[in-house]
């Protein structure tokens, strides 16, 4: 069976950092990312990255602020956030792509509150 299980998420002051993890398990994934909804919004993409971990892609409002990578041993993802805002508030959602059968797989989502 696959699961991906996110942690890390939490409350923090505008300027502060969060990193976020994201534990995959049952195959071997190709594309992992993550995606966020706030309320009302639509969910979009923040980051994603290859199973190599050469090839990255940011949300421009996330660039020079959030970095993601992969342990492939681990099957973990990360994504580190530094300079938090109060409009990175929103659910985290971890994504994965397995490999052979090109389907998606979400976790449950972790929430993330910058506030004051």
């Known amino acids: 069976q696959v699961q991906l299980v996110e942690s890390g998420g939490g409350l923090v002051q505008p300027g502060g950092s969060l990193r976020l993890s994201c534990a995959a398990s049952g195959s071997i994934f190709s594309i992992m990312g993550w995606y966020r909804q706030a309320p009302g919004k639509q969910r979009e993409l923040v980051a994603r990255?290859?199973?190599?971990?050469?090839?990255?892609n940011y949300a421009d409002s996330v660039k020079g602020r959030f970095t993601i990578s992969r342990d492939s041993a681990k099957n973990t993802v990360y994504l580190q956030m530094t300079s938090l805002k109060p409009e990175d508030t929103a659910v985290y959602y971890c994504?994965?792509?397995?490999?052979?059968?090109?389907?998606?797989?979400w976790g449950q989502g972790t929430q993330v509150t910058v506030s004051a």
């Open positions: 990255i290859t199973s190599g971990g050469g090839i990255t």
């Open positions: 994504n994965a792509v397995v490999l052979t059968t090109k389907t998606d797989y």
